[in-house]
């Protein structure tokens, strides 16, 4: 089951220096956060496969060379240097799709955290899609997953899948501070993207 410590803790070990990412500890958050969509329903399953496969480049890259690929910034130095950005199998792009995929997972918890345990999560998951994701997918996967997000539950029922006998209580009280460290490695990998012009590939 989806662990909120489990996020924090990885989000917390991957700040490191003054504004770099630890790759390990990225992933290793996002392995978690994984869990999470995978229990939004079989609809979302494509979602999930996505981020593992992209999960598993980063940890492939990171484990063959982990001079050149211990943190984004390393990363980013080696294979702009090295020109491999667009060599098929770059970790600077598939951390700008991850670091995609993050802005709405953040945005969906947040909004979460705003409703009552009987309302329905679909509206907040279109409108954290429409404003993170959506702009960068074409017009039948938007309308394929605005159209998925219409089968969610509602939020008590959300979190009993997600979380499973963990306190709700406490998933509650822990989600915040755990959305602000995942929000602190999204800002920091977003500057650093967009400090070598990574965020302008589509």
Known sequence: MFSVAAVHNAFQ???????DVGVK???LAYQE?????SQLGGL????VNDLEDKIGCLNKLVSEDEQHFSTVQNMLDHEISNELVFSGRSGSVTLLRLHRGLEFIILFMSKLLQLQPNDSTRSSAQEAYSQTLAKHHSWLIR???LFAMNFLPCQRVLYNQTIGNTSIEETLNSMPEMISKASM????VNNLLSDYEILKIP
């Open 44 to 47: 979302f399953s494509f979602v």
């Open 13 to 19: 070990e991957a700040l490191v220096q003054d504004e």
């Open 143 to 145: 309308n394929g997953a």
């Open 185 to 188: 490695v999204h800002k920091r």
């Open 33 to 37: 956060l994984c869990k999470f969509c």
């Open 25 to 27: 500890n990225y992933v």
